[in-house]
């Protein structure tokens, strides 16, 4: 490979950034932080004499749609509410069959 050749190589690799470089600048300056989806964490702790548990999960926010937003997360933490309830449940009555052994 001659010496000419190499350093059009490296021009065209050069443009080839620079021109990604630009394209990443115009279109993440363009970018709405407000439409930007979010994901928080949120938490449940409970140490009681029978049982523990630490749980997080997650929250979102900043959809395009707000009703889907809601829907979400309302059923997220509707299945962990029903997943804790149902474990401090199964723990009291196994509590209860322990006591009596």
């Known amino acids: 490979m001659t010496e000419h050749t190499k350093e059009n190589i490296l021009i065209v690799f050069a ?13 993440g300056q363009n970018e709405n932080p407000a439409r930007i989806p979010t994901i928080e964490t949120t938490a449940m702790k409970s140490n009681d004499a029978t049982y523990s548990f630490d749980i997080e999960y997650p929250s979102f926010g900043n959809l395009k749609n707000k009703d ?11 299945y962990i509410k029903e ?12 509590v209860l069959i322990f006591k009596d052994l």
């Open 15 to 27: 443009l080839a950034v620079l021109v990604t470089l630009g394209w990443i600048g115009v279109y």
């Open 68 to 78: 889907i937003e809601k829907d979400l997360n309302e059923k997220i933490k509707s």
């Open 83 to 94: 997943t804790v309830d149902s474990f401090k449940q199964e723990t009291a009555e196994n």
